[in-house]
Each structure stands twice: as C-alpha cells, then as structure tokens.
C-alpha cells in the first residue's frame, strides 16, 4: 500500500521560500507521475505542479516561474521548491501518488 508523509511547511513572511518534501514507500515510484496539489481554507483541492516519471513537469499558472517540482527516484521523495510565496499561497500542501494522498503540511504565508 502506498503512503505518503509530506513535510517542511511553516509559517513564512511574504516573499519567503520553503522547501516541502514528499517520502513515499510501499513500491517503486520510478514508473509514476507524481505530484503536489494544496487546498486553501474554504477552497477545494487544486493543482499545483506534477513530475512525470518521464523526466516531465507541468505547473499551475499561480505556481509557474516560482515553485520547482522536483524527484529523488533512489529515495521515493518528492519535493516542491517555493520561492516568493504570496499569502494566497496558504493552504494546506498535499502529495498525490496514484491518487494516493499523505496528510498535508500546513504553509502560512503571512506577515
């Protein structure tokens, strides 16, 4: 069975970075699109970026130019680079595997 533990969210000022991390386990992940999706309060499930296990990567308009998806295939981890956070970007961050989710990690944009 597949499980996911996201981490590395926080409470960041405006303009901040945070690095989250995605440890997946329960079988190769090599061979599978991943990706990150975040749910802000009183807001449904969007999408954020996917890394295709093709070398691929695809981002939302909000996230283009300042979040990097990234891939650790010999370690199952997934990560998401976010530089020049906005307070719209609050919201709680999941990892998606094959429509698996982890439990998400909270980001706070706020000064």
């Known amino acids: 069975q597949v499980q996911l533990v996201e981490s590395g969210g926080g409470l960041v000022q405006p303009g901040g970075s945070l690095r989250l991390s995605c440890a997946a386990s329960g079988r190769t992940f090599s061979d599978v699109n ?5 749910q802000a309060p009183g807001k449904g499930r969007e999408f954020v970026a996917i890394s295709g296990y093709l070398g691929t990567t695809l981002y ?3 996230a283009k ?4 998806i990234s891939r650790d295939n010999a370690t199952n981890t997934l990560y998401l680079q976010m530089n020049s956070l906005k307070p719209e970007g609050t919201a709680v961050y999941y990892c998606d595997v094959l429509r698996y989710w982890g439990q998400g990690t909270q980001v706070t944009v706020s000064s």
């Open 60 to 62: 939302s308009d909000s």
């Open 65 to 68: 130019g300042r979040f990097t």
């Open 34 to 38: 991943m990706g990150w999706y975040r």
